[in-house]
């Protein structure tokens, strides 16, 4: 199984960029679920957003409502992290991360709940 996370970069505040996982070697069960965390520096990593593989429910945190989007394309085994109107605080390594089967509902934002994981990819918001 690998998960290949691509689409961060430098952007400026305001600005928006689209992050991209592509898991290979995974099928998921109707329970499976892909989020996205980040870890800015000297911060333990966060749970940003998730979303249910089957029927696309989604989850995320306060601070990204109305600004990021969790999707996923089924046929490409991908999820994606639409984020704008970006700001200083969302400097982070963003990972995504996967789990074939079941996660229940409050467990979702849990770092331990997720088997595989992305290398990350760095987003950077200058003011």
């Known amino acids: 199984v690998q998960l290949q996370a691509s689409g961060g970069g430098l952007v400026q505040v305001g600005g928006s960029l689209r992050l991209s996982c592509a898991a290979s070697?995974?099928?998921?069960?109707?329970?499976?679920?892909m989020a996205w965390f980040r870890q800015a520096p000297g911060k333990d990593r966060e749970f940003v957003a998730a979303?249910?593989?089957?029927?696309?429910?989604?989850d995320s945190i306060e601070a990204v409502k109305g600004r990021f989007t969790i999707s996923r394309d089924k046929a490409k085994n991908t999820v994606y992290l639409q984020m704008n109107s970006l700001q200083p605080e969302d400097t982070a390594v963003y990972y995504c991360?996967?789990?074939?089967?079941?996660?229940?509902?409050?467990?979702?934002?849990?770092?331990?709940?997720?088997?595989?994981w992305g290398q990350g990819t760095q987003v950077t918001v200058s003011s």
């Open positions: 991360a996967a789990r074939s089967g079941l996660i229940i509902s409050s467990h979702v934002k849990r770092e331990s709940s997720y088997d595989y």
């Open positions: 070697g995974l099928t998921f069960s109707s329970g499976g679920t």
């Open positions: 979303t249910r593989w089957s029927g696309g429910n989604t």
